[in-house]
C-alpha cells in the first residue's frame, strides 16, 4: 500500500476541534450566565457530560443501532467478511467490526472513535448493487476513515450541535427558572438564541470537513486497493441507483448523510447544503489518480 499522511486533512482536524473547544467555552458560559438555578445548570452539565462520555465511548454501537445495522459473523456473510478482513490487512488496521442494514439504498458508513474500535456497515442494497472490485473499493473507502482517524471529529462536531438543537427545541425545558437578574424570559432567549448560532456554526464545520475528509478517503482508498477505477465505477452506480430508491428509505437515513459515502439528496438545497463534495469531482479525483498509477 502505497499510503501517504494526509496533512491537510489532519490540520482541518486540528482546527475542527480547535474551533469546537472555543464553541464549548462559550455554550457553556452562556449558559452559566443565562440559566438561573443550580438545578437547571445542573442538569445541563450532566446532560452535556453524560452524553459526551456516552457519544465517545459507544459512538460505534449507538450509530449501528440508530440506523438498524446489526452485527454480522463471518458464518452469515463470509464474503463481506473477508473482504473487510483482507482490505483491513493491507491498510495495516485491525479488522473492524462488519454490520449490515437491511435497506434498499446503496450506502455504506464507518462509525466508532478510534481505530481499534470501529465498525464498518453496509447496507443490503448496497451488496446486490455493486460487484466485488466495486465493494472492495467502497469497504476500502470507509476504511480509509477509520485510518485517517477523522470519525472521532466529526461525532463530537455533530454530539455539539445536536445539544445546542435540543436547547433551541426544548428551551422552556432548560430555562425553567428565573434568570439572576429576574426575567426568566429574557434569559431563556439569550441562550436558546446562542444555541441557534452554535448549531449552524456546527453544522458549517460539520460541512467543511466532511467534504474534504470525502477526498482524502477516496484517495486513501485507491492507495488500499490500488485500483481507483473500481471506487469510481461504484459511486457512478450509486448515484443511478439513488433516484430509483422509495422515498420512505431515504427519509428515514437522511440523518446520517455525513457518515455516508455519498449523502441522501433533497432537491437544490440538499445538493448545496450537502456534506459531501459533488459525485463528478470525486470520480473526476479517482480517474486522475488513475492516470497516475497507470504512469509508473
Known amino acids: 500500500m502505497n499510503w501517504q499522511a494526509d496533512w491537510g486533512l489532519r490540520f482541518r482536524m486540528f482546527l475542527t476541534m480547535f474551533l469546537l473547544f472555543a464553541l464549548y467555552i462559550?455554550?457553556?458560559?452562556?449558559?452559566?450566565?443565562?440559566?438561573?438555578?443550580?438545578?437547571?445548570?445542573?442538569?445541563?452539565?450532566?446532560?452535556?457530560?453524560?452524553?459526551?462520555?456516552?457519544?465517545?465511548y459507544f459512538s460505534d454501537t449507538l450509530t449501528l443501532r440508530s440506523m438498524g445495522a446489526k452485527t454480522v459473523s463471518a458464518d452469515e456473510y463470509p464474503q463481506l467478511h473477508g473482504s473487510v478482513e483482507r482490505l483491513s490487512q493491507q491498510a495495516d488496521l485491525p479488522k473492524p467490526k462488519v454490520a449490515v442494514m437491511d435497506s434498499n439504498v446503496p450506502n455504506a458508513f464507518a462509525t466508532g472513535r478510534n481505530q481499534?474500535?470501529?465498525?464498518?456497515?453496509?447496507?443490503?442494497?448496497?451488496?446486490?448493487?455493486?460487484?466485488?472490485?466495486?465493494?472492495?473499493?467502497?469497504?476500502?473507502?470507509?476504511?480509509?476513515?477509520?485510518?485517517?482517524?477523522?470519525?472521532?471529529?466529526?461525532?463530537f462536531a455533530s454530539l455539539l450541535a445536536t445539544i445546542a438543537f435540543m436547547i433551541v427545541r426544548w428551551g422552556a425545558f432548560f430555562g425553567g427558572g428565573q434568570s439572576r437578574g429576574g426575567k426568566g424570559g429574557?434569559?431563556?432567549m439569550v441562550a436558546i438564541l446562542v444555541s441557534l448560532i452554535v448549531w449552524i456554526?456546527?453544522?458549517?464545520?460539520?460541512?467543511?470537513?466532511?467534504?474534504?475528509?470525502?477526498?482524502?478517503?477516496?484517495?486513501g482508498a485507491a492507495a488500499i486497493t490500488g485500483n481507483p477505477s473500481a471506487l469510481a465505477s461504484a459511486l457512478m452506480k450509486i448515484s443511478g441507483q439513488m433516484d430509483k430508491v422509495p422515498k420512505e428509505d431515504m427519509r428515514e437515513e437522511?440523518?446520517?448523510?455525513?457518515?455516508?459515502?455519498?449523502?441522501?439528496?433533497?432537491?437544490?438545497?440538499?445538493?448545496l447544503f450537502s456534506?459531501?463534495?459533488?459525485?463528478?469531482?470525486?470520480?473526476e479525483q479517482l480517474r486522475g489518480l488513475e492516470r497516475e498509477m497507470q504512469s509508473f
Open 186 to 188: 429574557g434569559g431563556i
Open 275 to 283: 456534506t459531501h463534495p459533488p459525485t463528478e469531482k470525486r470520480i
Open 116 to 155: 481499534k474500535n470501529a465498525a464498518v456497515a453496509v447496507t443490503t442494497g448496497l451488496m446486490r448493487t455493486l460487484d466485488q472490485d466495486e465493494l472492495d473499493g467502497v469497504i476500502a473507502h470507509e476504511l480509509a476513515h477509520v485510518k485517517n482517524r477523522d470519525m472521532m471529529v466529526m461525532t
Open 254 to 271: 437522511a440523518e446520517m448523510n455525513a457518515f455516508f459515502i455519498i449523502p441522501i439528496k433533497s432537491g437544490i438545497v440538499g445538493r
Open 26 to 56: 462559550v455554550f457553556a458560559g452562556v449558559m452559566t450566565a443565562y440559566i438561573a438555578g443550580g438545578a437547571n445548570l445542573l442538569v445541563f452539565a450532566m446532560l452535556f457530560g453524560g452524553m459526551s462520555l456516552v457519544q465517545y
Open 201 to 219: 456554526i456546527s453544522y458549517l464545520l460539520i460541512r467543511a470537513l466532511s467534504r474534504y475528509r470525502e477526498y482524502s478517503a477516496d484517495r
